[in-house]
C-alpha cells in the first residue's frame, strides 16, 4: 500500500564522541523516506533551496523514492540544523537552526499523493500539518510527530489535529509535557484520550512503548555496541513502523508489535553511522535478519 | 530449595513527591528477604541495635523468614540512611548515612546456612561479601550485588570476588563505571569477561537486561501509574529472580528469562507505597496475577 512523508529536509551539521560532518543530508523526511524504502515505496513532500546538492536527490531517486512532491524553491537555501551530542549521545544540544525554506513551506500535493492510504506527518507546525490533512482523500491511517516547540507555543492547533489522526508518535519528555504528568503510563493514557487510538512513545536508548486502545506493548531498543550518530533515529523508528503496517495493512494489536519490531531494526541501523549512512545500503534482508535477533532478544 | 540473603537492615527517612516517612523499615536485607518470601523461605543474614522496633521482627516472622543468622548487637544502633528523590524520581539524593552497627559487620554464618544452595550477597564491603562466601559449603548459584561506591573504593577486591560468583546485579550506571564503557552493550560485554557468566543490569523505569553467556534478553519495567517510593526496587527485584530460580532451579536462559519477569513483577509492588508497604500483604497469586499482565505487555 502506497505510504506518504511530508516533513523536512535538512542539511545537518552534527558532532557526536565519534565525529563531526558538516552539512550532511538529514531532516525528517530524508530519514524517514530512505527508512521506509527499504520496505515499500514511498512519496515524499517536502522543499529545498537551490543549495540542495544533486547527490542527494541521486541517492533518493536511487531507493526509488517518488520525489513529485518534493518542491526546489528557486532563490531559497536548504533548511539547516547544527547540534551536539553529550559523551553519552542520551541528550544533544542545538547548536543554531535556519529554517530558510521550511519557514514558507506550504506543501501543496500532487494530487495522486492525495490518494494515499498511509501519511507520516513528521515533527512540524501544526498549522502546515493540518494543510496537509486538509488535502488527503480519506487516508486509511495518519501518523503525527510533534515536539515540544509545538506543545509548548501552538497547543490548540495541535489538540485540534490530535482529534484528526489515528496515531501520535513523540518522545517520553514530549509525551509528559503534552499531559502534564510526570508519570509516562498515566501521561500515556491521558495522551489518548485527546484523541489518537494509537500512541507510540520512543525512549531512545530505552526503546519504545506502545499504547493501542488500552493495551501496552514495550521494545527495548536493538543492542548495539556502538552508536556513532543518534540524529533520525526517531524519523528512521517511524519509518519502520509505517513501511511495515503500509505492507501488512495489519492496525490490528498484533500488526502493530510487528510494526514496533521492524522501527525499532530500522532505527538500529540508523544510528550506527552518521547522516544517511547506516541506512543507504541496508536491503529488506538485512531488516530481516535483524527482526529475527531482535525477536530472539525480547522473546520469553 | 533453599535462599539465603546476607545485607543490610535499615531505618529509612525518605522523601518522594508522594510523601516523607521516617524512621521505616528498610534496607537491602529487608526489601529481598520480604520479596522473596512471597515465593519462597528466606534465611537472612544481617546486624540490628537495640533500637530495632520489635514490630518489624514481627513482620519478618510473618513471612516465615529464618532469623537465626540476623544479629542483634547490644549497645549498637540499626543501620540508617536518608534520602530525598526528585520529581521524576529517577534520580535520588543521599542526605545522610549512620553506618553504625554495619560498620563492625562480619556476619557469621549459622552452621545450617552454610549449606544454603543459592546464595544473595546484597549490595556491601566486598571484603565482607567475601568473608560471607568462604563460609559457603559449594552454593549452587551466587548472585552477586555492588554499587559505585566499591567499584571505586574496592575495585581490586571487588573483582576478586567477581571471578567466584555466578552472576552480577548492579545498574546501568555502575555498569558503565565498572567496564569504564559509555555503551552499555559493550560494557555488558566487559563486564561477563571479569567472570560472572550471568549479568544483569538494572535500568529503573527502563526495566533491566540480562546477559547469559552470550544472548541478551531485556524487559521493561512493569507500566505503573503511581509509583510512591523507588526505595528497595533494585532489591526486590533481585528477589523476585532469585526466588523464581530457587523455586524452579531452573538456570537455563529461559529459566532465568522467567525470573527477570518475577523480578520485575516483584518490584512493580515494592515501589507502590513507601518501605515494605506494598510487599507485605502480597500473595503468590498476586504475583502470578501480574506476571500473566507483564507478559502480555511484552509478547509478541
Redesign the interface.
Known amino acids: 500500500m502506497s505510504l506518504l512523508v511530508v516533513g523536512s529536509v535538512a542539511l545537518d551539521t552534527v558532532t557526536t564522541?565519534h565525529g563531526h560532518r558538516e552539512n550532511v543530508l538529514g531532516g525528517s523526511c530524508s530519514f524517514f523516506s530512505v527508512g521506509a524504502s527499504i520496505l515499500t515505496r514511498v512519496r515524499m513532500v517536502g522543499a529545498i533551496g537551490d543549495d540542495f546538492p544533486e547527490e542527494h536527490l541521486s541517492l533518493f531517486r536511487k531507493r526509488n523514492i517518488d520525489l513529485a512532491g518534493l518542491e526546489r524553491v528557486r532563490g531559497g537555501k536548504t533548511f539547516r540544523w547544527a547540534g551536539r551530542y553529550q559523551?553519552?549521545?542520551d541528550t544533544r544540544e542545538t547548536l543554531w537552526t535556519d529554517l530558510n525554506v521550511l519557514g514558507r513551506f506550504k506543501p501543496e500535493l500532487p494530487t495522486e499523493f492525495r490518494e494515499t492510504e498511509f501519511l507520516f506527518l513528521a515533527n512540524g507546525d501544526p498549522v502546515t500539518q493540518t494543510y496537509v490533512l486538509d488535502q488527503m482523500k480519506n487516508p486509511r491511517f495518519v501518523l503525527l510527530d510533534t515536539m515540544n516547540l509545538w506543545i509548548d507555543t501552538a497547543r490548540e492547533k495541535l489538540l485540534a489535529l490530535l482529534s484528526r489522526v489515528d496515531g501520535l508518535i513523540l518522545n517520553d519528555e514530549e509525551a509528559r509535557s503534552l499531559a502534564h504528568d510526570?508519570?509516562?503510563?498515566?501521561a500515556m493514557?491521558t495522551i489518548r484520550r485527546l484523541g489518537p487510538k494509537i500512541l507510540i512513545v520512543k525512549?531512545g536508548?530505552?526503546?519504545a512503548?506502545l499504547l493501542h486502545d488500552d493495551?501496552?506493548?514495550?521494545?527495548?531498543a536493538y543492542?548495539?555496541?556502538?552508536?556513532k550518530d543518534p540524529t533520525g533515529a526517531g524519523d528512521s523508528f517511524a519509518s519502520g513502523v509505517m513501511g511495515r503496517v503500509a505492507v501488512t495493512g495489519d492496525l490490528s494489536l498484533a500488526g502493530l508489535?510487528?510494526a514496533m519490531?521492524f522501527g525499532t531494526v530500522v532505527a538500529s541501523f540508523c544510528v550506527e553511522d552518521f547522516s544517511l549512512g547506516g541506512l543507504v545500503g541496508i536491503a529488506e534482508a538485512d531488516v530481516e535478519r535483524r527482526v529475527t535477533d531482535f525477536?530472539?532478544?525480547?522473546?520469553?
Open positions: 564522541p559523551p553519552r549521545m510526570e508519570n509516562l503510563i498515566s493514557r525512549k536508548e530505552h526503546g512503548v493495551r501496552y506493548f514495550a521494545v527495548p543492542p548495539l555496541v556502538e552508536v508489535k510487528s519490531v525477536t530472539d532478544f525480547i522473546r520469553l
